[in-house]
């Protein structure tokens, strides 16, 4: 019997879990993969984590790994497949069941993949889905952007700052997202609009060279270094089925203290409502979300 069961080994996980462990309570993090680190796995650097000037991805969520462990979180391997409500939750996983007063769930999002040839290759070499994470990589080269609603106009105006040239490319004729973003996006002078243009493969040696692309006049290649996917995320979301209140797109809804509409249960990082998603914004997460379960145990004795 835990105090705290952290469902996931991402940033807000394995702060929540370092968190807790450091106020007096017995934590178990659960990670389905047997090297922790949620998104940090999918890029190999890191530039913008506060005072971690250029990270490397593996060292910082291995670092974040130490610190919870040397503050007494036990981390074992195993998936999830069901949380059962009650005065204690049954957290049932391949492998064992294990039971607790609160759940801090930090399973993450992931995202929705272009499926193309050369993505899986060159993921983290160039292929990249977060031009906040990873832009700083490619400042003065040319990046694309793949997408059409508000993720991808706003990452392709961000990139703008930074890359000398900007390619937004869209499948269909007209974007799904803001118009204001689409009139920013227009006339922006070194983002180049691509409408009605599939993307059909990255190319590369070592790294992104290229694009290959389609529209009505046949197939062309684009140079760039740096592909940005931009096509949404999906929650981790199917072992709170029945559980917690999630909006329309499936993210568990709760606030900045990341308390659910499930008593005892608290979401954390990616996988809750929020404007925003970063490493350092699920760390904020993951301690708000120990404080809260802290508050909550205190409140049954």
Known sequence: ????????GG??????GAYCSRGGLKTLIIEKYPVVG???GL??????????????????SQAMKRQADNAGALIVTDTVNEIKQGNEKLVLCNESDYKAKAVIY??????????????????????????VCDGGFYRGKTSAVIGGGDTALKEALYLSRICSEVYLIHRRDSFRGAAYLVDNCENTENIHILRSTLCKEITGDKTVNGIVVSDKN????????????????IPFTDP??????????????????????AA?????????????????????DGANAARSAEEYISALL
Do not use: W
């Open 106 to 131: 930090a399973a993450g999002a992931y995202h929705r993949k272009l499926g193309i040839k050369g993505e899986d290759i060159f993921s983290g070499r160039g292929v990249s889905y977060c031009a």
């Open 1 to 8: 019997m835990y105090d705290v069961i952290v469902v996931g």
């Open 43 to 60: 890029t190999d650097r890191i530039d913008n984590f506060p005072a971690v000037e250029n990270a490397d991805a593996y060292e910082l």
């Open 264 to 284: 005892g249960i608290f979401a954390a990082g990616d996988v809750r409502t929020k404007p925003f998603r970063q490493i350092v914004t699920a760390c904020a």
């Open 240 to 261: 709170l089925t029945g559980l917690c209140d999630t909006d329309e797109n499936g993210y568990v809804i709760a606030g900045e203290d990341c308390v659910t509409s």
């Open 38 to 40: 949620g998104q940090m």
């Open 218 to 233: 046949g197939e062309r290649h684009l140079d760039c270094s740096g592909v940005f996917a931009a096509v949404g995320m």
């Open 11 to 16: 940033a807000a996980g394995l702060t929540a």
